[in-house]
């Protein structure tokens, strides 16, 4: 019935030992049941434990099925077999594989089953329903048995679980091949963009202690623009009106922030305020910005490959981007050497660039620069480094996500100049956090702090003329 598919030389007689490995996976999908329950409801149950039933069983015909897919499919020819071909050939062999085990099925559930069985076949299993769910921001995967999710800034388990590590391990390769990549025990750990733009990392055992582990960031077809952000609470239109002004008139933005605090968000937001006319290249690890101007040259550094050759860095692009004549220069993110040619960049005519960098603070992220500086090996004594840093950068705005899983600009603060040997600062608005709700949300606002911006003979010069009032504290309400 699925000749094309089938593996050249069936071997039926393989079925009784396979039969015994089947507990194992059995015992896998009551582990996941057992965890997916709420804690202690003791009395009343019929539906919900109707439910769980249901999904616990369905969960087992599948493990099955899935062998019996392994165990009967030719892999290799699945290659060039159409989507509908494959389709049929699943539902075929899974309606055998029911009819013989006397398992009937309604419609519903066959189709889901089904469904799963092609996702696993052709897609990326287990994480395919992840990837396609748009509530979905970051999934994160903690050996087998363990996929958390982030939804609305809040991590989440999910009940979906991989068969084994074995498994794990062949839709991980399965990524990270089809982006020519490697991973195995000599090359444990990789970071790679998939296909559709979304951004992975996974580390494989023996250095994953406990099966392996990957992230990804899933790239977002529409990001949030200034709007989306104003109407999510992120910022308010003032500061929004005010980071208008600082871009278009060209200042130095750096966007500090911690891990997934929504930095590339809001360098990506930012960027809508860059004039069409202008000439702006982007440097990265992994393209996630999405600039809507017409003029955009996107670049993307390069690891080192498996002999430990091929590295193209975000420096050696930075460098290169500084020869194509650019009027902006985005970088991703600046961790390492290439911060020196970045202030150089935003020192020498490229003004108005932007990068990002990990830290909990303005004031931190100054000690952020200066530590990449020396780390750089550049040997330049502190107050040079300093002044260095206060000419090229003007403003550092600073992103992070809250307790409540909410992302907010805390506070932009303008560079000002140096005083002595200390570069000044002034921070312009700040969300004031005044206490949390009984349900641990934080409650607070946003206000200015009362003084008025250091540039703001420039915006009024560019055109940019703020109110005076929009630098005015909010008092709490
Ligand atoms: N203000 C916001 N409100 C809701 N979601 C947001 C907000 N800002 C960012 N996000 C979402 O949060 C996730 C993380 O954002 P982003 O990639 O910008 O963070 P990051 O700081 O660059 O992370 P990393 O440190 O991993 O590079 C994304 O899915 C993004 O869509
Ligand atoms: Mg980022």
């Given at each position: 019935?699925?000749?094309?598919?089938?593996?050249?030389?069936?071997?039926?007689?393989?079925?009784?030992?396979?039969?015994?490995?089947?507990?194992?996976?059995?015992?896998?999908?009551?582990?996941?049941?057992?965890?997916?329950?709420?804690?202690?409801?003791?009395?009343?149950?019929?539906?919900?434990?109707?439910?769980?039933?249901?999904?616990?069983?369905?969960?087992?015909?599948?493990?099955?099925?899935?062998?019996?897919?392994?165990?009967?499919?030719?892999?290799?020819?699945?290659?060039?077999?159409?989507?509908?071909?494959?389709?049929?050939?699943?539902?075929?062999?899974?309606?055998?594989?029911?009819?013989?085990?006397?398992?009937?099925?309604?419609?519903?559930?066959?189709?889901?089953?089904?469904?799963?069985?092609?996702?696993?076949?052709?897609?990326?299993?287990?994480?395919?329903?992840?990837?396609?769910?748009?509530?979905?921001?970051?999934?994160?995967?903690?050996?087998?048995?363990?996929?958390?999710?982030?939804?609305?800034?809040?991590?989440?388990?999910?009940?979906?679980?991989?068969?084994?590590?074995?498994?794990?391990?062949?839709?991980?390769?399965?990524?990270?091949?089809?982006?020519?990549?490697?991973?195995?025990?000599?090359?444990?750990?990789?970071?790679?963009?998939?296909?559709?733009?979304?951004?992975?990392?996974?580390?494989?055992?023996?250095?994953?202690?406990?099966?392996?582990?990957?992230?990804?960031?899933?790239?977002?077809?529409?990001?949030?623009?200034?709007?989306?952000?104003?109407?999510?609470?992120?910022?308010?239109?003032?500061?929004?009106?005010?980071?208008?002004?600082?871009?278009?008139?060209?200042?130095?933005?750096?966007?500090?922030?911690?891990?997934?605090?929504?930095?590339?968000?809001?360098?990506?937001?930012?960027?809508?305020?860059?004039?069409?006319?202008?000439?702006?290249?982007?440097?990265?690890?992994?393209?996630?910005?999405?600039?809507?101007?017409?003029?955009?040259?996107?670049?993307?550094?390069?690891?080192?490959?498996?002999?430990?050759?091929?590295?193209?860095?975000?420096?050696?692009?930075?460098?290169?981007?500084?020869?194509?004549?650019?009027?902006?220069?985005?970088?991703?993110?600046?961790?390492?050497?290439?911060?020196?040619?970045?202030?150089?960049?935003?020192?020498?005519?490229?003004?108005?660039?932007?990068?990002?960098?990990?830290?909990?603070?303005?004031?931190?992220?100054?000690?952020?620069?200066?530590?990449?500086?020396?780390?750089?090996?550049?040997?330049?004594?502190?107050?040079?480094?300093?002044?260095?840093?206060?000419?090229?950068?003007?403003?550092?705005?600073?992103?992070?996500?809250?307790?409540?899983?909410?992302?907010?600009?805390?506070?932009?603060?303008?560079?000002?100049?140096?005083?002595?040997?200390?570069?000044?600062?002034?921070?312009?608005?700040?969300?004031q956090r005044v206490g949390l709700t009984p349900d641990n949300k934080?409650?607070?606002?946003?206000?200015?702090?009362?003084?008025?911006?250091?540039?703001?003979?420039?915006?009024?010069?560019?055109?940019?003329?703020?109110?005076?009032?929009?630098?005015?504290?909010?008092?709490?309400?």
């Open positions: 019935m699925f000749s094309k598919y089938k593996k050249p030389a069936p071997k039926p007689a393989a079925a009784a030992p396979e039969e015994k490995v089947a507990e194992l996976p059995k015992a896998d999908a009551k582990a996941k049941i057992a965890r997916k329950a709420p804690p202690a409801k003791p009395a009343t149950v019929t539906p919900m434990d109707k439910e769980r039933k249901r999904k616990e069983r369905l969960g087992e015909i599948k493990l099955e099925l899935h062998r019996a897919l392994l165990d009967n499919l030719n892999l290799a020819a699945l290659e060039h077999a159409s989507e509908q071909d494959l389709r049929q050939e699943i539902s075929a062999i899974s309606s055998e594989v029911l009819t013989e085990k006397n398992i009937i099925l309604n419609r519903e559930d066959r189709q889901t089953l089904n469904q799963e069985l092609f996702d696993e076949v052709t897609g990326l299993g287990p994480l395919e329903t992840l990837l396609k769910d748009e509530t979905v921001n970051d999934i994160l995967v903690n050996g087998p048995q363990q996929i958390f999710v982030e939804r609305a800034g809040k991590l989440e388990l999910t009940d979906i679980t991989f068969k084994d590590e074995r498994h794990l391990l062949r839709i991980i390769d399965k990524i990270v091949s089809a982006v020519g990549r490697r991973v195995d025990e000599s090359n444990p750990y990789v970071d790679a963009r998939l296909q559709d733009g979304s951004r992975f990392n996974a580390m494989v055992p023996p250095i994953a202690v406990d099966g392996s582990l990957v992230s990804i960031r899933k790239f977002k077809k529409d990001k949030l623009g200034i709007d989306d952000l104003v109407n999510f609470g992120a910022f308010t239109e003032e500061m929004a009106a005010y980071l208008q002004a600082a871009v278009a008139t060209r200042l130095n933005v750096i966007v500090s922030g911690g891990t997934g605090s929504g930095k590339t968000t809001t360098l990506n937001a930012l960027s809508s305020f860059i004039d069409n006319a202008e000439r702006i290249l982007t440097i990265e690890d992994t393209a996630e910005l999405q600039l809507q101007q017409t003029h955009v040259g996107r670049m993307e550094s390069r690891p080192p490959n498996v002999e430990g050759k091929g590295e193209v860095s975000p420096r050696d692009c930075l460098k290169n981007a500084l020869r194509m004549r650019p009027d902006r220069i985005i970088v991703g993110e600046t961790r390492g050497e290439e911060v020196i040619d970045m202030l150089q960049a935003m020192n020498t005519g490229h003004d108005g660039s932007m990068t990002t960098i990990h830290a909990n603070s303005a004031r931190d992220g100054v000690s952020r620069l200066e530590n990449m500086i020396a780390m750089a090996g550049i040997e330049m004594p502190i107050k040079a480094v300093r002044s260095q840093i206060s000419s090229a950068v003007n403003l550092i705005v600073q992103a992070s996500r809250l307790q409540d899983g909410s992302r907010r600009m805390t506070s932009i603060t303008e560079i000002t100049g140096m005083e002595g040997d200390v570069i000044s600062m002034q921070e312009v608005f700040r969300f934080i409650i607070g606002h946003f206000t200015a702090t009362g003084v008025r911006s250091h540039y703001s003979e420039r915006f009024r010069l560019w055109g940019y003329d703020l109110p005076a009032s929009i630098y005015e504290p909010v008092a709490a309400q």
